[in-house]
Structures are given as C-alpha cells and as structure tokens.
T-cell receptor
Framework: AQSVTQLGSHVSVSEGALVLLRCNYS??????LFWYVQYPNQGLQLLLK??????LVKGINGFEAEFKKSETSFHLTKPSAHMSDAAEYFC????????????FGKGTLLTVNP | DAMVIQNPRYQVTQFGKPVTLSCSQT?????MYWYQQKSSQAPKLLFH???????NEADTPDNFQSRRPNTSFCFLDIRSPGLGDAAMYLC?????????????FGPGTRLTVT
C-alpha cells in the first residue's frame, strides 16, 4: 500500500518569500505523484504531476516540484509567494494497477503574510 | 469548457433522512470517484466506477451507496445520514486512454446534517 507524509500541517511565509512544502511518499512500485491545491469550500485543482521522465516538473502558478527517488520525496516550491497562494495543499500518490486511486497526505495550510 | 459539475453545492438534510448528491461530467471519462472530506482532513476515497464496474473501498460504510446510470452521471446516496456524515463530498473523474493519470475534481457538495 502507498502512503504520503506531509511535514508541517501549517506553513506561514511572507509575501515574496520562498515557499517550500514537504512531501514524502512510500510505495513498493513506481509512484505517480501529484500536488493539488484547495481553496476554501472548493474542489481540488491539480498544480503539477510526476509520472515518468524529467524529475523536475513545473506546474501552474509558478510552482514546481522535484521527484527524488533516493529520498522518496516530492517537495513543492515556489520562488516568491503571492497572497493568492494562501490555500490548502495536498500531496498525493497513485500507482498502476489500483485504478490510479489517489492516496492523499493530510495537507499543509499555507498562510501568506503581507 | 469540459468540466465536472456537482449539484447542489450546499445540501442540508435531517438526521436519518435519505439524501442524494449528484455529479456530472462533460469530459467523457471512464472512471468516476467519490471522496469524503471532513473538516481539516484529507479526502478519503469512498468508491469508484470504472465504466459500469463498481469498486467499493473496504472501509466505506454500508450507509453509502452509489449509482452510475450512464457515462456522464454518478450519484452518491446516503441512506440514513448521521451527524458524523457531515462533510464535503468530492466527485472526480479520470480518463483511461493514453497517459491519463490525473483526476479532475468537481467543486464539491458540502453536506450539513441537522
């Protein structure tokens, strides 16, 4: 079975500062990894995904993440935080053969201070 | 735009009174998922359909049922809602052709049980 651990349930940054949200996964088979963002009372929006190939993936809104197999990590970064980035962020894993069911981490609430 | 639609966005029901939540999609995706997300928690998969094949998660209570009359629509029925079923219910879809790994989420239905 797969699992995801997101370190830090709440991260607070200043506007313009680096955003770093941490995600570690566990999987016995090659994983597919995702970051989703959720604004209050809304559904989940895909930020970016890693399936195969290039380990540094770029997503929407200036976010990117790097798949590091040796560290079983898929941390999300953005060079400069914007007020509109304040939201809940979920890291998720799926694998071939499970109908690509998503297993989510517990989420990280990002606060951006002016 | 192709999308996942959930109706209603907010639903209030009484304890024990059956309720049905609706999801429709214009993406023509084979797979449809239902998730339950309680406050400040990660989404939890209840069940999913691959075409007409229904796949229930082992820990989904019997109180939760689902119907998929055609490709476009999927319903979540809660036979006797309890106070603990108050949550956001998220519908998601995924295509099965090519490199279709990610799920597309609807905006969710927030269920209140009084």
């Amino acid at each position: 079975a797969q699992s995801v651990t997101q370190l830090g349930s709440h991260v607070s940054v200043s506007e313009g500062a680096l955003v770093l949200l941490r995600c570690n996964y566990s999987s016995s088979v090659p994983p597919y990894l995702f970051w989703y963002v959720q604004y209050p009372n809304q559904g989940l929006q895909l930020l970016l995904k890693y399936t195969t190939g290039a380990t540094l993936v770029k997503g929407i809104n200036g976010f990117e993440a790097e798949f590091k197999k040796s560290e079983t990590s898929f941390h999300l970064t953005k060079p400069s935080a914007h007020m509109s980035d304040a939201a809940e962020y979920f890291c998720a894993v799926s694998v071939l053969g499970s109908n690509y069911k998503l297993t989510f981490g517990k989420g990280t609430l990002l606060t951006v201070n002016p | 735009d192709a999308m996942v639609i959930q109706n209603p966005r907010y639903q209030v029901t009484q304890f024990g009174k059956p309720v049905t939540l609706s999801c429709s999609q214009t993406l023509n995706h084979n797979v449809m998922y239902w998730y339950q997300q309680k406050s400040s928690q990660a989404p939890k998969l209840l069940f999913h359909y691959y075409d007409k094949d229904f796949n229930n998660e082992a820990d989904t209570p019997d109180n939760f049922q689902s119907r998929r009359p055609n490709t476009s629509f999927c319903f979540l029925d809660i036979r006797s809602p309890g106070l603990g079923d108050a949550a956001m219910y998220l519908c998601a879809t995924r295509g099965s052709g090519g490199a279709s790994y990610e799920q597309y989420f609807g905006p969710g239905t927030r269920l209140t049980v009084t």
